[in-house]
T-cell receptor, first 113, second 112 residues
Framework: GENVEQHPSTLSVQEGDSAVIKCTYS??????FPWYKQELGKRPQLIID?????GEKKDQRIAVTLNKTAKHFSLHITETQPEDSAVYFC????????????FGSGTKLNVKP | DAGVTQSPTHLIKTRGQHVTLRCSPI?????VSWYQQVLGQGPQFIFQ???????GRGNFPDRFSARQFPNYSSELNVNALLLGDSALYLC???????????FGSGTQLSVL
């Protein structure tokens, strides 16, 4: 089955700096890659996603890049703010009839004011 | 606009008991999935249901079962609870198979 690895496990940045979280996957058939943000005691919230037919997607301060050849994808947060502090999870799925999602182990982002 | 709702929010059980967790998907969503999230880890897939049929099962023992009702709500049942079943159980719904997954707030299960 699919194996998703996520790094780093913790990331501390100063407010205003950029943060980058990286994930690798093993199943070349995976074609959908969402990112979730989970604040303490709350539900995982979808913040951005990308399908394998594009290499990059941006939404305001958040961007995701995908390298299908190397089987890795990354989350980029620019101009970080204290409210960005949370645990971020990447995931991979084959999509279509195979809607099973494989999640990374999470990155705890701490944005220091 | 209601999101995915789960009940109960918290549950305490003892070893050997059984538990039923409930989930209502976003209105119009036909697929419901269940995930187990142990503290400090990412969610792990348990089941997926689409149009009331099981469409996927993760690596969980037969003590775990689920079903989806005609109104697309779902139940997750766990029998003969073990200490290791303590976790946050997340329900997620999607419009169709392969669509974006939206999570509920989860049921925190503690097995003593």
């Amino acid at each position: 089955g699919e194996n998703v690895e996520q790094h780093p496990s913790t990331l501390s940045v100063q407010e205003g700096d950029s943060a980058v979280i990286k994930c690798t996957y093993s199943d070349s058939a995976s074609n959908y890659f969402p990112w979730y943000k989970q604040e303490l005691g709350k539900r995982p919230q979808l913040i951005i996603d990308i399908r394998s037919n594009v290499g990059e997607k941006k939404d305001q301060r958040i961007a995701v890049t995908l390298n299908k050849t190397a089987k890795h994808f990354s989350l980029h947060i620019t101009e970080t703010q204290p409210e960005d502090s949370a645990v971020y999870f990447c995931a991979a799925s084959r999509g279509g009839n195979f809607n099973k999602f494989y999640f990374g182990s999470g990155t705890k982002l701490n944005v220091k004011p | 606009d209601a999101g995915v709702t789960q009940s109960p929010t918290h549950l305490i059980k003892t070893r050997g008991q059984h538990v039923t967790l409930r989930c209502s998907p976003i209105s119009g969503h036909k697929s419901v999935s269940w995930y187990q999230q142990v503290l400090g880890q990412g969610p792990q897939f348990i089941f997926q249901y689409y149009e009331k049929e099981e469409r996927g099962r993760g690596n969980f023992p037969d003590r775990f079962s689920a079903r989806q009702f005609p109104n697309y709500s779902s139940e997750l049942n766990v029998n003969a609870l073990l200490l290791g079943d303590s976790a946050l159980y997340l329900c997620a719904s999607s419009l169709e198979l392969g669509s974006r997954l939206f999570f509920g707030s989860g049921t925190q299960l503690s097995v003593l």
